[in-house]
């Protein structure tokens, strides 16, 4: 129970098979006190279930385009709990047509808002949770491989995860003198909502399968037990990293 008397915020839930649903299992499974978000009123059918699976403490509505809905979710953190412990952003988008294109290519409001839902809005959750973490916490956000290297079909995600990644790494410098720790997941590919809007996928995950020394791919079980560890005390020595969950994938060419 390595996050018991933790209070947790888990934003990016797309349905139970989505790598969030299985990091806030994961949290739930180690003692955690969860609060869980929605995206809007389409969204909430999915992600209720998980709440009720996880014993969520509470299930609010948080669009990041909306800058209201963040400071309602800080505000009822605040007065019910005080404090806010860890955090996991799990968030990404790009429109189809410039994620399916190259990247040269690319339109100017496509990059703007895949870099604002994407990496943006971890800056924003960050600075949000910073009041509430007077006592140090855990920031974690959800990466990939395609950002350090090109992969096929992940397109311009492949740099706007670059720049998660690097504003992970500024969070962590900056936020440290508070006891505030900031990483990056980068799981392999996983079968999720989010991952069949790429081309290709199903290329992803075979080649990751034939790669990895494992020869299988990792599950959202995996990349939760990783979260759980990096949101608890047993991590405090770790900060500005980028974990990989991939069954060793990365270290191939």
Same mark, same amino acid.
């Given at each position: ?22 990091? !806030? ?24 279930? %998980? !709440? ?25 953190i605040r007065a019910r709990w ?48 910073e009041p509430l973490m007077q ?82 791919? %990792? ?6 037990? %990783? ?27």
């Open positions: 129970m390595i996050l018991n008397n933790k209070v947790g915020l888990v934003v990016g839930i797309a349905n139970a098979q989505s790598i969030a649903a299985g990091c !806030a299992t994961a949290f739930a499974r180690e003692g955690a006190t969860q609060i869980l978000t929605y995206m809007n009123d389409r969204a909430l059918p999915h992600v209720q279930p %998980v !709440a009720d699976a996880v014993g969520a403490e509470a299930l609010l509505p948080l669009d990041l385009a909306v800058p209201d809905q963040l400071e309602a979710v800080c505000d009822a005080g404090r806010l412990d860890f955090l996991l952003h799990c968030v990404a988008f790009c429109p189809k047509d410039d994620l399916h294109g190259r990247v040269v290519d690319c339109s100017a409001s496509g990059f703007a808002q895949a870099m604002d839902i994407s990496c943006h809005s971890f800056l924003r959750l960050a600075k949000a949770a006592h140090g916490g855990s920031l974690l956000t959800v990466s990939y491989y395609g950002a350090e290297k090109v992969v096929d079909h992940y397109n311009i995600m492949g740099p706007v995860k670059a720049a998660l990644e690097a504003a992970t790494r500024h969070v962590a410098v900056e936020l440290g003198p508070q006891g505030i720790r900031a990483n990056v997941l980068s799981p392999g590919p996983i079968a999720t909502r989010a991952a069949s809007g790429i081309e290709g996928f199903e290329g992803l995950m075979a080649d990751a399968r034939a790669r990895a020394p494992e020869r299988r791919l %990792v599950t959202i079980d995996e990349v939760g037990a %990783v979260a759980a560890f990096l949101a608890s005390d047993h991590a405090s020595g770790v900060t500005g990293t980028t974990t990989h969950i991939d069954g060793g994938r990365h270290v191939r060419m």
